[in-house]
């Protein structure tokens, strides 16, 4: 899918117009529209400020990635393991596949 698609995309998903899209980022509603038609594409910081504006990265809007965004519950997954020791990353690992065994084997039944 192209930037252009996923712009629109976007801006449908989060029920909001081109309009407000283009007040809240400060930028023409013209300028706004010619990147849903596919006419023009944002520069790199407007690309950055995109990204922010919807939560999604920019891997995710020039179509290098199908997924939007890690959900705030993977952020803070990552980030808490971020924050642990080496060795404490391993026991959070291993803890981890534990809890994916059990429910794998509660499914079986």
Partial sequence: ???????RDLIEENDITQKKLAADL??????????VQGVREPDFSLLLRLADYFHVSTDY????SSQQTASSS????LCLFHSL???????????????????RKNREK
């Fill in 1 to 7: 899918m192209e930037f252009h698609q996923r712009l």
């Fill in 74 to 77: 993977d952020h803070e997954l």
């Fill in 61 to 64: 809007l020039l179509g290098y």
């Fill in 26 to 35: 400060n930028i023409a509603a013209s300028t706004v529209s010619s990147y």
């Fill in 85 to 103: 020791l080496p060795e404490q990353r391993e026991i959070y690992l291993e803890q981890g596949k534990a809890f994916l065994r059990f429910n």
